[in-house]
C-alpha cells in the first residue's frame, strides 16, 4: 500500500490527483538534486585527488637535486636506452656532447654517415641507430631555415646561446669542456668547477 492511500485512509478525505501529481514531482526532483549533488562531490573528490597525484609527482621530479640528473635534461624512460647506446657509442672516442648543443639536422647527418670527423666509423644498424635516433632528436633543437648545419661547436648558435659571456678558448675542441664542466666525460655537464659555481 503507498503512503498516499495510507494517508487517505488515515485522514478520512479525498485527496486530489493534482496534489499526487504534485508530491510525485517533489519527490523526484528532491532525488534529481540528490543524484546531481552526489555526482558534483563524486567529481570535486577525484579532480582533488588527481590535483594531489599530479602534484606529487611535480614535486619528485623538482625535489631530485641537479647533481644526480648529470644530463643537460632529465631523460624519461622511453629515451634512457637510446641515451645509453648513445654514450656507449660516442664516449668511448671523445667526450659525448648533450643533443641540445646541435640541431636535429646535424645529429641526423652524423648518425648516417660513416666519415666522423675524418674518421671512418661502422655506422650503427638498426634496431639500435633507431633508439639513439629517437634521443638525440627528442632532445636537439630546431635549425633555422637561412642557418648552415653546423657541423663543430664553436659554429653551433645553441652552444653560444649555452655559454653566454665565456671567453671559449680557439680551437674549441670536445677535451675544453672538462676545464669548465669537470663531470663532462661522465655525461655530467651540470657540475661546474669553482670559478663557474657563483
Keep these: 500500500m503507498s503512503i498516499f492511500v495510507k494517508r487517505k485512509s488515515r485522514d478520512g478525505e479525498k485527496r486530489s490527483p493534482f496534489s499526487d501529481s504534485q508530491v510525485l514531482r517533489q519527490s523526484a526532483d528532491r532525488e534529481f538534486k540528490r543524484q546531481f549533488f552526489g555526482l558534483l562531490l563524486v567529481i570535486i573528490t ?3 585527488a588527481m590535483g594531489w ?3 606529487l609527482v611535480t614535486n619528485a621530479q623538482s625535489a631530485t637535486p641537479p647533481a644526480e640528473i648529470g644530463t643537460v635534461d632529465v631523460i624519461p624512460p622511453q629515451y634512457q636506452l637510446g641515451q645509453e647506446l648513445y654514450l656507449e657509442n660516442c664516449s668511448t672516442c671523445h667526450i659525448a656532447l648533450p643533443p641540445g648543443i646541435f640541431p636535429t639536422q646535424t645529429w641526423k647527418n652524423l648518425l648516417e654517415d660513416s666519415q666522423h670527423y ?3 666509423l ?3 644498424v638498426d634496431p639500435p641507430r633507431i633508439l ?3 634521443y638525440l632528436s627528442t632532445f636537439s633543437r630546431v ?3 637561412d642557418e648552415e648545419i653546423p657541423y663543430r661547436l664553436n659554429n653551433s648558435r645553441y652552444f653560444k646561446a649555452l655559454h653566454p659571456g665565456v671567453k671559449l678558448p680557439r680551437p674549441l675542441e670536445i677535451g675544453s669542456c672538462v676545464s669548465c664542466h669537470p663531470s ?3 655525461y655530467n655537464f651540470r657540475r661546474l ?3 663557474w659555481e657563483k
Excluded: I, T, Y
Design 193 to 195: 668547477s669553482p670559478e
Design 53 to 55: 597525484l599530479l602534484a
Design 184 to 186: 663532462a666525460s661522465d
Design 132 to 134: 639513439v635516433w629517437k
Design 143 to 145: 635549425k633555422l631555415n
Design 122 to 124: 661502422k655506422p650503427l
Design 118 to 120: 675524418g674518421a671512418q
Design 46 to 48: 577525484w579532480s582533488l
